[in-house]
Nanobody, 119 residues
Framework: QVQLVEFGGGLAQAGGSLRLSCAAS????????VGWYRQFPGKQRESVAV???????NYEDSGKGRFTITRDTAKNTVSRQMNSLKPEDTAVYYC?????????????WGQGTQVTVSS
């Protein structure tokens, strides 16, 4: 079992910055990859960043040059630095961890954190 707790998020003005953090506990040695999803109201969650043994990647084109994902395997944390925020970045952000479970993988989720960007 892996437990994930998110920190950060909240309210920011356009052009501002926020840092989301996610701390993992439990069977962290089983974690293969970590990352972030976001969810707009009424929409499905979508992957926006991932970090695994192959490196880190941000998927969202709109975040290029503005958002970075950082993983600290020693501290079992993953963070998402969000700079130059825009109102359209407003969403609930979820961290996740994909961990070995039996013969396959299981995905664990953080509780979600609201990011609201005002214009």
């Amino acid at each position: 079992q892996v437990q994930l707790v998110e920190f950060g998020g909240g309210l920011a003005q356009a052009g501002g910055s926020l840092r989301l953090s996610c701390a993992a506990s439990g069977s962290t040695f089983r974690i293969n990859s970590v990352g972030w999803y976001r969810q707009f109201p009424g929409k499905q969650r979508e992957s926006v960043a991932v970090s695994n043994s192959g490196g880190s990647l941000n998927y969202e084109d709109s975040g290029k040059g503005r958002f970075t994902i950082t993983r600290d395997t020693a501290k079992n944390t993953v963070s998402r630095q969000m700079n130059s925020l825009k109102p359209e970045d407003t969403a609930v952000y979820y961290c996740y961890a994909q961990a070995l479970s039996g013969w396959g993988y299981r995905t664990y989720w953080g509780q979600g954190t609201q990011v609201t960007v005002s214009s």
